[in-house]
């Protein structure tokens, strides 16, 4: 079956930012948490640094309508380097005003508001805001 999903790499922070989702959509994470110490290691690959063993290799989450939130923490031991940019967003796309609100309100915690939930020329209630962790998330809400 196809799907869509969103991935979000984060620079040792995976397990905190998906501890936060979880708070704010509930569920449970698809899988549990994959540990990069679990990873077996593969030839011509240097050793895995003590330090990034316990490190998350992948976590999945659902949240609304059925899509997957995925993430990983990107070591540097291995090549990885995160760099935050405005090409992603998540767009939630909610039934209700209330809804919307809960969400923004959560999400917005600690990061920053870019725009606030408001009606909006098209018709839809709408606002954006950076969490705390960096991702980039718009709520829109079409009901009245």
Known sequence: MARVSTYLNFANQTEEAFLFYQSIFGGEFIGGINRFGEMPS???MPPLPEKDKN???????PILGGHMLMGSDAPESLGFHVNYGNNVYINLET??????????NALSAGGN??????????????GSCTDKFGVQWMVNCASK
């Open 42 to 44: 593969a030839e011509g």
């Open 95 to 104: 039934d209700t005003r209330e809804e919307s609100d809960r969400l923004f």
């Open 55 to 61: 490190l998350v290799l992948h976590m999945a989450l």
């Open 113 to 126: 508001i870019t725009m606030p939930l408001q009606d909006m020329f098209w018709g839809d209630y709408f």
